[in-house]
């Protein structure tokens, strides 16, 4: 009785185990999306909220700054380059 009880057990929790595990790929053979959520709409943003005027400064400004640092590499790099010449 014991080992039927521990068998029947394991084909239970077996059973449960596959379920939470397995994929049916029929399901996604079937998927069709809706075409309202394939639309990329545009973010909505708050227009004067100040903290978003603080952070879009703060993208130019960091943008600002890796296109001078990408510029003075590029001449010290060409600089580099002439002088191994």
Excluded at 32 to 46: A, G, L, M
Excluded at 77 to 83: A, L, Q, R, S
Aim: proline share 4%.
């Amino acid at each position: 009785m014991t080992r039927r009880a521990k068998w029947e057990n394991w084909q239970k929790t077996q059973a449960m185990f596959y379920k939470k595990t397995s994929t049916n790929y029929k399901k996604w053979d079937m998927y069709e999306s809706n075409s309202e959520d394939s639309e990329e709409k545009e973010p909505i943003v708050p227009k004067d909220d100040p903290t978003f005027k603080a952070m879009e400064q703060d993208f130019e400004n960091r943008a600002k700054e890796r296109r001078v640092a990408r510029a003075l590499a590029e001449s010290l790099k060409e600089k580099g380059n002439h002088c191994m010449k």
